[in-house]
């Protein structure tokens, strides 16, 4: 995926002395993770084709604490929010949109009583209202009467109650939206949360990931929609697992808009 | 002599609702046993959430037959006091049926008590069934082995034997009636137990006199051990239920709190004026330091502690648990149940020897295991499920921070992702300087 994208950076605005409209948290997910930089790159083109005024923080970024805080390291997780925070307080930023259901949820819920009071909207909200506003078409092009399930990332749905900016976005690309039996506030987990991610799962008798992959394949889809870096991981190991890689896709959202535009 | 029976029944009620009050205070004591949290915000939401809850059973029907099911038993239980209500004043004063006045609406009165008892026997009939011959798995984890299997149908027993004597007095009652028997007015409507009273066709007066008398006593207190027996069981949900759906937490399910000891070093960590060898001020006490998370009961908060008494152990949150469903040891209604089980051992103590003395036990380890914390994804999935507002992850999240803050204990994965993030700003072992490098790859 060799393709320079222009992104431009929240130091770069300050020395023109500009302000963009809204801070892209890019997360550390979105930034190294070689699966997940292809979402950044795809929601960033969708910004410029939008017309969006965005700035990401690059290197002044950090990771935002939420795995920390999940496995218990308050101490570390404060230390993240509390210099992320004196960061993009320094920039004024108001506003803050990230493709990560985590960053989402832990700058939206828990940087505020830190000092950190942003407007913070997951990809999919903002990419709504870019639809509502009229900034941004969604059009099926390639993806058309394709059978899609979306799969509810927790942070997004049960953490924060966002069930329809992603199932409304999906509509619009005129696919057949299959629901998976246990979704929206019943979804089951994709196994990542929680820092499971970053270890080994305890002893069982099957990875959280495979049940749900299970759920989805249920839906006998050509696309497994996710919203989420991690579920993507995930879904796409289990969809592997279950040797079905050439059959079924995991894409983002995000992925689904931009690549029905060939943008 | 002919006031024994009312000095009786003054005695036992007098001494059931003592017991009863007395273990209560012992609950409300331990409950308090737990750290503050200000749940005195959002008085009309909270209330909302209560009824619509508690009173609506609005998170109940989420599972239809269960649901529907619980819904006849709960609106039985509320409506059937109001004859509790009539059989303690008689039986204090002496008097038959002292409602009987109302006549019509009375008559209205019984016959909807009649057949809401016999729906509840019905619907209680059917969740034992549930139980014990349908074997849903929720009732079967290695958690409901024993006292807690026991536990689930001894109420049920209770509940069906209290109706069959609610509905024998009355068909007793009936033929009493009929026959014209001194004290027995006519009154009320018996749409159901007309159809038990023929089985008492041709008994003398005596007999049925015995039956209904019986029938009484044994109805009230059954009643009365019933109440007492709450406080031994799962069953306090019945009254816990309010207050936990009442002081449940209002935040979105994704956040979790800051810990506040932590703030304030993190803030003096990050503060350049800070002097890290100043004397303590005089308005701050000098005392031992603050434990981070929790290892035992005391450490949790008092809602996580009225959590923990309110679980009637239906398993909702376990068979939604992801961690549950793919055969790892953790269960969200263990971590309920053990911490309720805990937090009544501790309450022992402090009974037995005036303040608690250490027993060389904690919540940790002796009751809840490092691998059942660790087995948790935080997704939500057992608090969305719970009928009443609990959060096993509040609690889950608590021991994860002493493990972690108190003891080191993560797991090696773990520690790896907190020292990348430590070192450079993300869980993997990349450079924050090449946080943009995928716009150019």
Known sequence: ?263 | MQYIPNILFVIVLVAGIGYFTKNIRKVIRNIRLGKDVDRSDNKGERFKNMAMIAMGQSKMIRRPIAGILHIVVYLGFIIINIEVLEIIIDGIFGTHRIFAFLGGFYDFLIASFEILALLVFVGVVLFWTRRNVIKLKRFWNPEMKGWPKNDGNLILYFEMVLMALFLVMNAADLQLQELGADHYIKAGSYPVSQFISPLFDGMSEGSLFLIERGAWWLHILGILVFLNYLYFSKHLHILLAFPNTYYGDLKPQGQLDNLEAVTNEVMLMMDPSADPFAAPADDQQEGEPEKFGASDVMDLNWAQLLNAYTCTECGRCTSECPANQTGKKLSPRKIMMDTRDRLKEVGDNIDKNGSFVDDGKQLLNDYITPEELWACTSCNACVEACPVSISPLSIIIDMRRYLVMEESAAPTDLNNMMSNIENNGAPWPFNQMDRLNWSNE
């Open chain 1, 1 to 263: 995926m060799s393709e320079t994208v222009k992104v431009p950076t929240m130091a770069e605005y300050m020395a023109e002395g500009k302000k963009p409209e809204v801070l892209f948290w890019v997360g550390c997910a979105g930034s190294f993770d070689d699966r997940a930089k292809k979402i950044t790159k795809a929601f960033v083109k969708l910004l410029h084709s939008a017309n969006v005024d965005f700035a990401v923080l690059g290197a002044e970024e950090s990771c935002t604490g939420d795995p920390a805080k999940r496995s218990g390291n308050e101490f570390l997780f404060q230390m993240q929010a509390v210099t992320n925070i004196e960061v993009m307080n320094a920039y004024e930023i108001k506003k803050v949109v990230t493709a990560c259901p985590h960053c989402f949820n832990t700058l939206k819920n828990e940087y505020p009583a830190l000092g950190g009071d942003y407007e913070v909207m997951h990809h999919t909200q903002f990419l709504k209202s870019l639809l509502d506003e009229g900034r941004l078409t969604v059009e099926g092009g390639k993806f058309k009467g394709k059978r899609i399930t979306f799969h509810d990332p927790c942070y997004l749905g049960r953490a924060n109650n966002v069930y329809e900016a992603p199932r409304d976005l999906l509509k619009k690309l005129e696919v057949e939206l299959i629901e998976m039996k246990r979704c929206k506030r019943n979804g089951l987990c994709c196994g990542a949360g929680g820092a499971q991610m970053f270890k080994e799962p305890e002893p069982g008798n099957k990875d959280v990931n495979i049940e749900r992959t299970e759920d989805a394949l249920e839906t006998k889809p050509d696309i497994i929609a996710a919203g989420c870096p991690f579920c993507n991981t995930m879904m796409t190991d289990g969809v592997k697992n279950k040797e079905k890689e050439d059959s079924i896709e995991v894409l983002d959202v995000a992925e689904l808009i931009a690549n029905a535009q060939d943008l």
